[in-house]
């Protein structure tokens, strides 16, 4: 089954009800997706999520308070991280690889820090350091964005992951086209009290003192840190100091895109981190 | 016939005998490597020319004045360009990709820019934009390493290439012993006099006046730059530079390594080269 069709399944764990769905090969180690700001089970792109589940697992989840999982939506990233925790933890699963966007590049540091135990390896997309470099001074235009909730998502998602030239937002469309060409099954909006925590806890992330990024030397597992070249959410250079302060991170900034670049270049993406993930010990060199 | 042992042969262009190496499967784009400071055909690495001519002809050269090139080798980048576009004009091959390391790499950008007939796509390791970011304000030891020749080059090479860590150091004695191997019909070090040309270039290359990277915005060729995380002689920011203000331009940086971090992680970088190389149209989203 492919993880665009895959059922809405839940799981009980730390008293919450966990939607959340798994497809691909069982094989190696699982792929744990963490979602953005605003995002459900059904804007994880459905193209990148297939091509990795032919090489092992790949599993979505609703975390604490969004979608379809119950529970009140924690005010912090470091709150949100102990739901990921909570919920890979009653995996059973051991360690598993992570993949985080946006907030949920920010969730998977605070995982990787606090439950190593959980984490073998690091994808980090569209993100950035607590503290970072301009988070907090968002251009004025930027915030309101998140406002312009449509149908499809088109106005919101256009401008927010994609870069304004043709080419870029060419791309937008078709990522749109595939976010939303499920129809059975489709999972719950996010609600107005889940935006606003997760806006606090982005805020907070944001604006923590700034240049004390000593807590990234204390990540040793292996990142890929990924951006586009425009990231107008959590601008570009924080993707550089990620990959400068991780002790073992690489860096792969793509070309005429924004903070979905990965939605921009699916194919290159998913080479980059098949290769990433399925790196034998010996080829890492 | 393998890169590593490829027979050194000559040609005749524009008043200078150029000595070069060619090897490999003739099919695609040849790849045309650019040299750095105090390199000839020999520093080439024999593990990197090999894998890539697997898929294609590899071909290595002395520019004017180097190992056993003819002439007087000039002391501008800008000089060095028009050498490299001699030789490759000569060739009759039509574009070729280039890969430029280090000085190599701003050889290769006022190739594309002058001569953007005979570059199809560029690889630019170990490198910085014209002005670029504290290239003119090396640390002062630095400068200094480039005097440390010994027999094998290791005093020099291991600082200059790789980070100070231990798994830095064993991956540069490796390079070392690799571009070391071959015994017969090496190449003649490159002279004091194209030393001293070459440093002039260099110097006004890194010192011209800073935050005009505006030329860049000229060359539409696509573009993968590499780099090390703790590039010691032309530093790693730079390289983020170079991928902001390039059209097309993909960004790979590696970690806890150095200027030359493709020596580092041979079978990432190869897989990578080879994977912006070998792309096709509609591959390439």
Redo the contacts between chains.
């Keep these: 089954m492919s993880t665009a069709s895959a059922a809405t399944q839940f799981l009980n764990a730390g008293g919450t009800r966990f939607a959340y769905r798994r497809s691909g090969t069982p094989a190696g180690t699982p792929l744990v997706f963490l979602q953005h700001f605003m995002g459900n089970l059904d804007n994880f792109d459905p193209a990148i999520t297939a091509a990795l589940a032919t090489g092992r697992e790949v599993i979505l989840f609703d975390n604490v308070g969004v979608g379809q999982s119950t529970g009140d939506a924690p005010d912090s990233v470091d709150g949100i991280a102990t739901g990921a925790a909570t919920f890979i933890g009653a995996l059973g699963l051991g360690a598993v690889d992570i993949l985080g966007h946006s907030m949920g590049g920010e969730v998977a540091q605070l995982l990787a820090l606090d439950h190593p135990a959980l984490v073998r390896r690091l994808v980090l997309v569209g993100t950035g350091p607590r503290g970072g470099d301009a988070i907090a001074r968002q251009a004025p235009g930027v915030g309101p964005l998140f406002g312009k909730r449509d149908e499809l998502g088109q106005n919101m998602w256009l401008p927010i992951m994609f870069a304004p030239s043709e080419r870029s937002q060419a791309?937008g469309r078709a990522f749109v086209a595939r976010i939303t060409a499920r129809t059975e099954d489709r999972d719950t909006p996010v609600s107005a009290a889940t935006i606003a925590a997760h806006r606090a806890a982005a805020r907070a992330w944001a604006s923590a003192p700034a240049d004390d990024f000593s807590y990234l030397s204390r990540i040793p597992q292996?990142a890929l840190v990924v951006n586009g070249?425009d990231d107008i959410v959590i601008p570009?250079?924080n993707s550089?100091h990620l990959?400068?302060h991780?002790?073992?991170?690489?860096?792969?900034?793509?070309?005429?895109s924004g903070h979905g670049a990965h939605f921009?270049?699916?194919?290159?993406f998913v080479?980059?981190v098949t290769?990433f993930l399925d790196?034998q010990p010996g080829?890492?060199?």
Tied chains: 1, 2.
Aim: proline content about 10%.
């Design positions: 791309a292996p070249s570009t250079i550089y990959y400068q991780l002790p073992d991170a690489e860096l792969m900034l793509l070309p005429d921009q270049y699916v194919n290159r080479r980059r290769d790196v080829e890492e060199t």
